[in-house]
């Protein structure tokens, strides 16, 4: 049972546009949310993280909404850079928080 | 601070036998979860080990086993090999301290059963 979703397994944009990468979760439990960029060969990089008292955080280019009715975050990423063409996974976690459940990922291509 | 290491790199089994994964974790953590990933799959959580013991398992099959050394260091087990089990297999570091904590992944280990 998959309780952490992400719909779109590829994402094309622009240089310079705006980049928007979804995920949805099921567990209403969760409570803390990350979003990690994995490039080939290396393992996931810690990119930012949301906890379900606030409904956005931002660091940089990188921003994460929560939409906790809707169990829905995004991502955004603003303005996109080549640099950041990498596999993003969202995951989630709740009650011990000690497991992280991680989506399927969604290989970001920034087009130059 | 040394990063999150693991060894080996890759590594190719038979069916039924026995493997061993390590992992150094990050300075300062005390922490260690391993992780699986099938291809085309996002990771999927085997189990954590805090001081030493098993701190949460997910659903994975007791064949599957592990250790933390004083060091918090870390090591992955799986007997009787199955095709399946096929997969990268991530180890992450966290330090144990506050509500929750950002784990810090390593490069992983590529298993590959035949």
């Known amino acids: 049972d998959q309780q952490v979703k992400q719909n779109s397994p590829s994402l094309s944009v622009q240089e310079g546009r705006i980049s928007i990468l979804n995920c949805d979760y099921t567990?209403?439990?969760?409570?803390?949310f990350l979003w990690y960029k994995k490039y080939p060969a290396e393992g996931p990089t810690f990119l930012i993280s949301i906890s379900s008292i606030k409904d956005k955080n931002e660091d940089g280019r990188f921003t994460v909404f929560l939409n906790k009715s809707a169990k829905h975050l995004s991502l955004h990423i603003v303005p996109s850079q080549p640099g950041d063409s990498a596999v993003y996974f969202c995951?989630?976690?709740?009650?011990?928080?000690?497991?992280?459940?991680f989506g399927t990922g969604t290989s970001l291509t920034v087009i130059p | 601070e040394t990063g999150v290491t693991q060894s080996p790199t890759h590594l190719i089994k038979t069916r039924g036998q026995q493997v061993t994964l390590r992992c150094s974790s990050q300075?300062?953590?005390?922490?260690v979860s391993w992780y699986q990933q099938a291809l085309g799959q996002g990771p999927q959580f085997i189990f954590q080990y805090y001081r030493e013991e098993e701190n949460g398992r997910g659903n994975f099959p007791p064949r599957f086993s592990g250790l933390q050394f004083p060091n918090y260091s870390s090591e992955l087990n799986v007997n009787a090999l199955e095709l399946d089990d096929s997969a990268l297999y991530l180890c992450?570091?966290?330090?144990?301290?506050?509500?929750?904590?950002?784990?810090?992944f390593g490069p992983g280990t590529r298993l590959t059963v035949l």
């Open positions: 567990n209403s439990m969760f409570d803390y």
């Open positions: 992450a570091s966290s330090f144990a301290g506050y509500y929750y904590n950002e784990q810090f």
């Open positions: 300075s300062g953590h005390n922490t």
């Open positions: 995951a989630a976690s709740g009650g011990t928080g000690n497991q992280f459940y």
